[in-house]
């Protein structure tokens, strides 16, 4: 039997979607297949045992998220490993996000089989607005990605897919737009937007607990700092139980929680 090892990171749930998905029709093509979310991931494990390896995550501004980057450094290097990439998006295209991504783990050593994206509803009412997670557009979405996983499957087996987004042209556009939401606007324009409402319950720290990259503090009974490290993964926002946290203007946008998406406790 061959075996799989995906890891994957979802701020509110689409990437997971994505990630069980191809663990559940790998199975019918005699793979065994293990899931880890990245937020999880302290040290990553020796691959060896391992015939291929799949990475997913979210788009922010057309390129990966920095905590994704991080977990892709701290990989071993391994000769010609099979692997494969998805990723997902509130748009039609992920621009050189999925030709980035495939060039790092090439300096690890991966063959890349295949390196796609799939378009899901937007979680993004940090800057524009998401969509109602059980509209009939949602639906949709889910499940034209459910077809494409079967035909990615089929692909990876068949060794013969592509990199979407492989050109310099493309590559240097996410560079451009990565360049500008981690330099510039994410630690100097964005962190002091985040704020709680009123709603705020004076014992729940789940926004702290469930921070991908620690950038949460509940500090009072209705104060919680939000600091310069956020990655925009709009976890905070969309996961709060109660609506407390808002964006700027964001009392009145909708939340978007993919059904069935429970965000990891990490501390």
């Not at 999880?40 to 998220?65: C, E, H, M, T």
């Not at 509209?135 to 592509?162: C, H, M, N, T, Y």
């Not at 962190?191 to 926004?207: A, G, I, Q, S, W």
Request: hydrophobic share 40%; charged share 25%; proline share 5%.
């Amino acid at each position: 039997m061959n075996s799989c090892f995906i890891f994957y990171f979802s701020g509110t749930g689409n990437t997971e979607f994505i990630a069980k998905k191809f663990q559940e029709y790998l199975r019918t093509k005699n793979y065994a297949v293990a899931l880890q979310a990245i937020d999880l991931v302290r040290n990553p494990q020796n691959l060896d045992g391992y015939s291929l390896i799949g990475i997913g995550f979210p788009i922010y501004a057309w390129n990966l998220p920095i905590n994704v980057r991080r977990l892709i450094n701290k990989l071993p290097k391994i000769i010609n490993k099979d692997a494969f990439i998805f990723v997902t998006m509130g748009g039609p295209t992920s621009l050189g996000a999925l030709g980035i991504t495939a060039d790092l783990l090439k300096k690890k050593g991966f063959k890349i089989l295949s390196a796609v994206g799939f378009e899901m509803p937007s979680n993004d009412n940090i800057l524009f607005d998401t969509d109602d997670p059980y509209s009939e557009r949602s639906k949709q979405l889910r499940q034209a990605a459910v077809e494409r996983v079967k035909k990615i499957v089929d692909v990876i087996q068949s060794g013969k897919g592509k990199i979407h987004g492989n050109s310099i042209f493309m590559k240097f556009l996410s560079w451009l737009t990565g360049f500008w939401i981690n330099k510039i606007y994410r630690p100097y324009f964005h962190y002091h937007k985040f704020y709680v409402d009123e709603k705020c319950l004076p014992e729940c720290r789940m926004c702290e607990e469930f921070c991908p990259v620690n950038n949460i503090k509940k500090v009072d009974i209705q104060k919680v700092i939000f600091d310069r490290t956020c990655i925009l993964c709009a976890r905070c926002i969309n996961c709060c139980p109660v609506q407390a946290i808002q964006y700027g203007k964001s009392q009145k946008k909708q939340r978007f929680k993919d059904p069935g998406y429970q965000p990891p406790i990490l501390r």
